[in-house]
């Protein structure tokens, strides 16, 4: 049983404290480095919590490398500059085996030896460097690279990284560890998805996605966006307890610093070679980005006596891999059908190996991209691969043009299905007028029927649903409401011709056709706003939804107004313009959707929107902000709050805001309010005001 706060002792408080932060620090290397959770994230956020708790107790008692401590205030008027005693280096470049051969005997000819010399191998990290600064072992102040010279003070930034030890033990007075920040590209794929649905602008690469979080001014923005690091050289160090830069990486490893697996000594210059080609090898299932391999000579002695040029070591040089660029040619171009009906086409290419992944098709957006480019089949091609996204074609060689080529002529008929795709005037894209009779766009509105935000059927993939489509099973999302009569109707009844059961079709046990049938049961009560996304109307994604669902309050309602072309109600929505009323009006025309919307209807039952908002509140219609932390609720509680009664919650402070919500270490925001004149509430205030 743990005790209650008030009963510690101060010497029990001191214990826990010590213990808590180990327990922490051990679980962020697990989760961080060995991709495997220690401790739950309930688990987590429990001590993370009595840590904060015990420390409000005992203030004196706030270790420095508490958990508590790892996300600070924010910056106020930008980052205060650092200067590197030892100034940051960068590395010579070269992009050929024969280039460091050159290097390795220019190394050997300055030191005047034949002998092997040994070099430390290593991935060169597509990321920023950075420079932590310890003073008696405790984390004081880290530091980009800036021109080398002078960088910026990214100490509370850097503290956000799990992975960077806050408290080294045995190590010199004064030491600076110097590495890599990085962000894996997992993290950066979710973060993108997730920026992608909220309409924020996403990041082209890892790089630029670690580096626009690292230089957060608000510490707790880094912290949101999952940084790591690697170490591999130091900075100023009062006591160089390592004679070679492998001893080197033993200790960054003693001192818990995340070091990169794959750096290797090599002896010579054929396992110099196989490194690289090695690194070469496994470079697109790393989980991280790397440009090159870095080769350092592995004494300090040697690497005292090699000195610098300008910028840039004598002892080590980056091997950069080739550019992601690679010529093939085109085979085919396909045109694809999306759920909008969207034609896009799309280059098969001869296969080829680009950076280690093998490339066989490459996007080529739409009609205008083709005629500019004056892209056909048979072409030559350069094509780019920048990180993990789809291959572009970068330019044609004209030069390899064949004889007979023709420009390509983009179908005005739907490959799919036979019906006329148009243009319009403004637009880049030409659709199929087809609608549901069209199986591009049948399938993919199916897919996006089921998908997360609108029904979530888990059970039903796209690949299911593909077939589905093909085996007459499933035509239209209404059919899912009838699957499981269909199929415990017996062999005639289940699909539309073929006499299967759904077990011998997918060759499923009773269990998972059962469960998949539970699944589809449980959705048959469904929010308006996630039935009016699933519908798949045209530029209609979740939170248009939501505003139409918050405007109408009953689907029937909203139906019949667009039936009947009536948007004055529709127009009158903030956030809903004039071309999303037309795409909305043109759905409820088409024959076919009012069909499956029927038929959808009969199955299940679409539940009005209650509001909950009360408009009689004095904050009702008023643009509040909220700034620092608060005490007796969190952000969203507080912002759910805020908008149920009537209230809008902005991110931002500007002359449109109302009231700005002051919580503890508020910054800028607040500042920013006292210049405009705005009402600045204390959270005591505001929620008096609400009471
Ligand atoms: S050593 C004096 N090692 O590459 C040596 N740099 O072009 C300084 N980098 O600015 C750097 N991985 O940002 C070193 N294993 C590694 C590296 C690495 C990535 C970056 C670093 C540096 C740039 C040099």
């Known amino acids: 049983m743990t005790k209650e706060i008030k009963d510690l002792t101060i010497h029990e408080a001191a214990e826990e404290l010590e213990f808590l932060a180990k327990e922490m620090a051990k679980s962020d290397v697990a989760y961080y480095q060995n991709d495997a959770p220690y401790l739950s994230d309930a688990e987590y956020d429990r001590l993370k919590h009595r840590n904060s708790e015990i420390e409000k107790r005992f203030p004196d008692l706030i270790r420095p490398d508490s958990p508590s401590r790892r996300v600070g205030a924010a910056v106020k008027n930008g980052f205060s500059k650092v200067s590197h005693r030892f100034p940051m280096l960068s590395l010579g470049d070269v992009f050929s085996i024969e280039e460091v051969e050159d290097f390795i005997r220019s190394v050997k000819r300055f030191l005047n030896t034949s002998e092997e010399i040994s070099f430390m191998s290593e991935p060169k990290i597509d990321g920023l460097s950075f420079s932590a600064r310890y003073e008696k072992g405790i984390f004081v102040q880290g530091a980009t690279r800036g021109d080398g010279t002078i960088g910026e003070d990214i100490t509370e930034n850097l503290k956000t990284i799990r992975e960077l030890p806050l408290i080294i033990k045995d190590a010199p007075d004064i030491l600076e560890v110097r590495g890599e920040v990085y962000m894996s590209k997992t993290d950066f794929f979710k973060l993108n998805e997730r920026y992608e649905k909220e309409g924020k602008k996403t990041f082209a690469n890892p790089r630029n996605a670690a580096a626009g979080s690292l230089r957060q001014l608000d510490p707790k923005i880094t912290a949101e966006r999952r940084l790591s690091l690697f170490a591999y050289t130091w900075g100023e160090v009062s006591e160089r307890l390592w004679e070679s830069q492998q001893e080197f990486f033993n200790h960054l490893h003693n001192w818990g610093f995340p070091i990169n697996p794959n750096n290797?000594?090599?002896?010579?210059?054929?396992?110099?070679?196989?490194?690289?080609?090695?690194?070469?090898?496994?470079?697109?299932?790393?989980?991280?980005?790397?440009?090159?391999?870095?080769?350092?000579?592995?004494?300090?002695?040697?690497?005292?006596?090699?000195?610098?040029?300008?910028?840039?070591?004598?002892?080590?040089?980056?091997?950069?891999?080739?550019?992601?660029?690679?010529?093939?040619?085109?085979?085919?171009?396909?045109?694809?059908?999306?759920?909008?009906?969207?034609?896009?086409?799309?280059?098969?290419?001869?296969?080829?190996?680009?950076?280690?992944?093998?490339?066989?098709?490459?996007?080529?957006?739409?009609?205008?991209?083709?005629?500019?480019?004056?892209?056909?089949?048979?072409?030559?091609?350069?094509?780019?691969?920048?990180?993990?996204?789809?291959?572009?074609?970068?330019?044609?060689?004209?030069?390899?043009?064949?004889?007979?080529?023709?420009?390509?002529?983009?179908?005005?008929?739907?490959?799919?299905?036979?019906?006329?795709?148009?243009?319009?005037?403004?637009?880049?894209?030409?659709?199929?007028?087809?609608?549901?009779?069209?199986?591009?766009?049948?399938?993919?509105?199916?897919?996006?029927?089921?998908?997360?935000?609108?029904?979530?059927?888990?059970?039903?993939?796209?690949?299911?649903?593909?077939?589905?489509?093909?085996?007459?099973?499933?035509?239209?999302?209404?059919?899912?409401?009838?699957?499981?009569?269909?199929?415990?109707?017996?062999?005639?009844?289940?699909?539309?011709?073929?006499?299967?059961?759904?077990?011998?079709?997918?060759?499923?046990?009773?269990?998972?056709?059962?469960?998949?049938?539970?699944?589809?049961?449980?959705?048959?009560?469904?929010?308006?706003?996630?039935?009016?996304?699933?519908?798949?109307?045209?530029?209609?994604?979740?939170?248009?939804?939501?505003?139409?669902?918050?405007?109408?309050?009953?689907f029937s309602v909203f139906m019949n107004d667009m039936k009947n072309r009536i948007t004055e109600k529709l127009v009158t929505i903030d956030g809903i313009g004039s071309s999303m009323a037309i795409d909305m009006v043109e759905f409820f025309q088409e024959p076919h959707n009012l069909e499956i919307i029927n038929k959808l209807l009969s199955e299940i039952v679409v539940e009005d929107y209650i509001d909950t908002t009360d408009y009689n509140s004095p904050i009702s219609g008023k643009t509040i902000v909220f700034t620092g932390t608060l005490s007796t609720m969190t952000r969203s509680e507080a912002k759910a709050k805020a908008q149920n009664l009537g209230a809008k919650v902005a991110g931002s402070v500007s002359t449109h805001t109302d009231f700005v919500i002051e919580g503890v270490d508020s910054g800028s925001k607040a500042a920013k309010a006292k210049q405009l004149g705005i009402t600045i509430l204390s959270e005591q205030e505001f929620i008096e005001l609400i009471k």
């Open 264 to 554: 290797k000594l090599c002896q010579n210059i054929k396992e110099i070679e196989e490194s690289f080609a090695k690194l070469m090898e496994i470079r697109a299932s790393l989980p991280y980005d790397i440009d090159g391999v870095v080769y350092k000579v592995n004494s300090i002695a040697l690497q005292e006596r090699l000195g610098f040029l300008t910028r840039t070591p004598r002892w080590a040089i980056a091997h950069k891999f080739p550019a992601e660029q690679a010529l093939t040619t085109i085979n085919n171009i396909r045109i694809q059908v999306g759920r909008t009906g969207a034609l896009t086409p799309v280059a098969d290419l001869e296969p080829i190996n680009v950076g280690g992944v093998v490339v066989s098709h490459a996007t080529l957006h739409n009609e205008d991209e083709i005629k500019r480019k004056d892209i056909r089949i048979g072409d030559t091609v350069v094509i780019q691969r920048a990180g993990d996204v789809i291959p572009q074609i970068v330019s044609v060689d004209k030069t390899r043009r064949p004889l007979e080529s023709k420009e390509f002529i983009f179908p005005h008929i739907c490959p799919e299905c036979g019906a006329h795709a148009i243009k319009e005037e403004d637009e880049a894209v030409r659709r199929c007028t087809g609608g549901l009779s069209c199986p591009a766009q049948a399938i993919e509105r199916m897919i996006h029927f089921v998908s997360r935000d609108a029904f979530d059927i888990s059970g039903l993939g796209d690949k299911i649903i593909e077939d589905f489509y093909h085996e007459n099973i499933l035509h239209t999302p209404a059919d899912i409401f009838t699957l499981e009569q269909r199929n415990s109707g017996g062999d005639d009844l289940f699909s539309v011709g073929q006499g299967l059961h759904l077990e011998r079709k997918l060759g499923w046990g009773k269990k998972s056709v059962e469960n998949l049938f539970t699944a589809i049961r449980a959705k048959r009560h469904i929010s308006l706003p996630r039935f009016i996304y699933a519908l798949g109307i045209r530029q209609v994604g979740t939170a248009t939804a939501l505003l139409i669902a918050k405007n109408y309050r009953n």
